[in-house]
């Protein structure tokens, strides 16, 4: 099924053309009012009039998620204020969030985005969507929202979290579709087993679900355990939000890229390099139609590659595959992005503790957790057992303030962190491993 | 009389009690008294040896992380209510025990258990004030 037959299904020449024309409107707009850009252009050689082709996107400079941070909050914004008509932003990693804003045509794309995404999915009017995506400023729960409804489905706000009252609403409200992170879909069987519903004897037919990383094998398990189809969606709120990319229900075989909106680039995160379709490199999006906050070759840190080959939903998109790290060591852990140079500062400014730790992730039940070792010097240790738990529920504290995860902070003994002769291994992640 | 013990951190893994004590035998050292206080990761090992500052280098050099801590070893009448009558004269004068373990040798007709206090220059002169008995480093390393 397809929302929008015209402009998924163009021919690839089309597409291309409508992308340049898009492409150069943006530039010489970008350049006419974001100061960031004039000058990143400037200091680049590039004037709008250079882009004559597609080929020229890489003559044109990146953008960093830092420039957003240093532009913060509304320094890269193309538009006056008045008119924007939404603002949301993402967990920041230095306490300041990274801040986007969306005027009344980019609420209206990214409606039609998802209305593809959820149609993609197989949700229709008449549906009962729950949508258990949060709400806030978090791109994550408006986001979906407004694309089921703009198809019709009827949509349950309930935003994440209150497992107890999500599973009676699924089974008193005839919900048909849920939308929420593939972990907590997990989460929320479980909660249903004890409440003695078996998912399966319910209405529910599908799953949207993104915001995370998952594997195969754990759509296996959401598919066997709820008796649906689970669908993977894609989106960062710097470029959009959910609804960048989305599986189709036919293939669930790689997100098609909405290419009429975004165009994706795969470089090689060292060289910068423009790396070819199938080759596995870090995704680059420049927004083509957003007017509030557009990017230019926005540096994603993601590392996926795009495939080409149609697909036989019929789309011309071209898809990505699911992404299979970073090209920066950002953890996602319950949805929340984290650096461990986040935890690092927290540590440094905790007198005495020692530049060696190291974060172990790992998966208990359908959780993320977070250990953070960090190795005892002299100078933090105490012959009183309260100092040193004082010390750990300290740390575990301001990494829930600051960061907005819940981590378990452990002591270790010095040396015990491995060394190495390079970079500092400093995550383990034995989500990967299982 | 201060005395110095020597705490030690120890990961809760088996077998790391048995490398300190092998490697504080194998250097010389002698136990005179100590303790073990732990938690679910971690525990702390309070020491008294007949050679403090030896022990305290030698598990440095080794990787181990080790503090000092002046403690107090006090003389506790050796009969039922013995050390309830040390205990009520640092509570009357609001002495805080952090922690305390007993030593293993007698001295005279006393048992000795080393206090660690919060304000141990008070607690001494508290102690001293009402006649209990304190036993100096010089001694107690070598009991």
Known sequence: MIWNEEFETLPREALEALQLRRLQNLVERVYATVPFYK????????????????????????????????NYPYGLFAVPKEQVVRIHASSGTTGKPTVVGYTRRDIGTWAELMARTFTAAGVKKGDVLQNAYGYGLFTGGLGAHYGAELIGASVIPISGGNSAKQVMILKDFGTTAISCTPSYALNLYEVALEEGVNLKDLPVRVGVFGAEPWTNAMRKEIEEKWG????????LSEVMGPGVSFECVEAKNGMHINEDHFIAEIIDPETEEPLEYGQVGELVFTTITKEAIPLIRYRTR?????????????????????????????????????????????????????????LVVDRVGNLDTLEV???????????????LQSIEKGIEKDIKDIIGVSAKVKLVEPKTIQRSEGKAKRVIDKRVMK | MKILQISVFIENQSGRLYEVTNLLGKNGINIRALSLADTSDFGILRLIVNDPEKAHSMLRENGFTVGRTEVIAVEVPDKPGGLASVLKVLDENKINVE?????????????????????????????????????EGKKIYGM
């Open chain 2, 99 to 135: 922690y305390m373990y007993a030593f293993v040798e007698m001295s005279g007709d006393c048992a000795v258990m080393i206090f660690r206090f919060d304000e141990t220059d008070k607690a001494l002169k508290v102690l001293s004030d009402n006649g209990i008995n304190t036993i």
């Open chain 1, 39 to 70: 000058e990143a252009f400037d200091k680049k050689g590039v004037k709008p009039e250079d882009i004559k082709s597609l080929k020229d996107l890489r003559k044109l400079p990146f953008t960093y998620k830092q420039d957003m941070r240093d």
């Open chain 1, 302 to 358: 993601d590392i996926t590659r795009l495939i080409k080959e149609p697909c036989k939903c019929g789309r011309t998109f071209v898809r990505m595959e699911k992404v299979t790290g970073r090209s920066d060591d950002m953890l996602i852990i319950r949805g929340v992005n984290v650096f461990p140079s986040q935890i690092e500062s927290i540590l440094v400014e905790r007198k005495g503790v020692q530049p060696h730790y190291q």
């Open chain 1, 228 to 235: 649906i189809d689970a669908i993977d969606i894609y989106g």
């Open chain 1, 373 to 387: 070792q960090v190795e005892v010097g002299e100078e933090l240790f105490s012959d009183e057992i309260k100092v």
